[in-house]
């Protein structure tokens, strides 16, 4: 059976870890890292000329970083996924690239298998943030202590479909899991979406954090 394996591009300003990620990702016979690059705007000039899936990049980098490159990869080519690769676990970094609207954020003490399964479930349109990024998330949102009033507008089931949605489940499984129809799932859907103001998979997935919706993520 023919397929087309996932294209990487790799951005970071140490040339031992381009080169390095670079032979781990080939060993995978579904991943294939297409070019390199040590900085955003390397990295931009390479996506004119480039076909990628997704862009793998650190966060602190001269001439571009990664908050800035990440913005630039989700105005200028929405199709392709984002994953922040870093050593840097700052809230500030971590509220930046989210608010960047990153498909998924790692540190680079991550093990090679959950790497390789981040990859693979951001570009099956999922999301990946470890644990690590996870809780950093949930205390900042503990100790802010915001109320945010758009939580008292939805709904039992519709809260019931945002922690489903987080937690990768397609619509047909959400109307399978809750006994209710698909149309009906893609209604709330709608309503989740205008009521909270996000505007993709990502900005719920926030929104969910930051508001304590979501369970066992």
């Known amino acids: ?39 955003g705007v390397a990295a931009l000039n390479l996506l004119k000329t480039h076909a990628v899936d997704i862009v793998i990049t650190d966060v602190k980098m001269p001439e571009m970083n990664g908050i800035v490159l990440t913005q630039n990869i989700k105005q200028q080519y929405p199709a392709i996924k984002v994953l922040v690769l870093t050593l840097y676990n700052d809230r500030e970094y971590v509220t ?3 608010n960047a609207d990153a498909d998924g954020y790692l540190l680079k003490n ?46 039992k089931r519709e809260l019931e479909i945002i922690n489903l949605i987080c937690q990768e489940y397609s619509s047909n499984e959400i109307a399978e899991k809750l006994f209710i129809s698909k149309a009906t ?31 066992g993520f």
Not at 187 to 212: E, P, S
């Open 1 to 39: 059976m023919e397929y087309t394996p996932t294209k990487i591009l790799l951005v970071d300003d140490h040339e031992l870890i381009l080169t390095g990620l670079q032979a781990l990702l080939n060993q995978e016979p579904n991943l294939q890292v297409v070019a390199l690059a040590n900085n």
């Open 96 to 98: 930046e690239i989210l």
């Open 110 to 155: 991550v093990g090679q298998q959950e790497l390789i399964k981040a990859i693979n479930h951001i570009v099956n349109n999922g999301t990946y943030y470890s644990q690590e990024i996870v809780s950093i998330l949930k205390t900042e949102m503990k100790e802010k202590q915001t109320q945010h009033t758009t939580l008292q507008e939805l709904s």
């Open 185 to 215: 799932v893609d209604v709330h859907r709608k309503n989740i979406l205008q009521k909270t103001g996000v505007k993709n998979l990502v900005g719920l997935i926030r929104f969910a954090l930051q508001n304590g919706i979501v369970q």
